[in-house]
């Protein structure tokens, strides 16, 4: 069983920033594409931003330029920096590790912004 292990998340107000971390085991994080999803309530799982398996970076419309993913080679984590936070950024947001077929996810960490 593959564990992605989140930390980070939490209240806060809008406009503020919160940093999301995810550590990965060794194999997993040199071979498969990492990220982070969201999912609101009521509201599909959503991309929020990934990289891909040549490194590149996606990020989903609603958050360039407000949101950050980088990754630690040297700790297997990915990390996703979060500014700006509007209250529509409310969700549980997951970590993914993806190699076709497979999926891995965190078991998710909840951000609120709310004043």
């Known amino acids: 069983q593959v564990q992605l292990v989140e930390s980070g998340g939490g209240l806060v107000q809008p406009g503020g920033s919160l940093r999301l971390s995810c550590a990965a085991p060794r194999n997993i994080f040199s071979r498969y594409a990492m990220g982070w999803y969201r999912q609101a309530p009521g509201k599909q799982r959503e991309l929020v931003a990934t990289f891909t398996r040549l490194r590149t970076t996606n990020l989903a419309d609603s958050v360039k330029g407000r949101f950050t993913i980088s990754r630690d080679n040297a700790k297997n984590t990915v990390s996703l920096q979060m500014n700006s936070l509007k209250p529509e950024d409310t969700a549980v947001y997951y970590c993914?590790?993806?190699?076709?077929?497979?999926?891995?996810w965190g078991q998710g960490t909840q951000v609120t912004v709310s004043s």
């Open positions: 993914n590790a993806f190699l076709d077929p497979v999926n891995y």
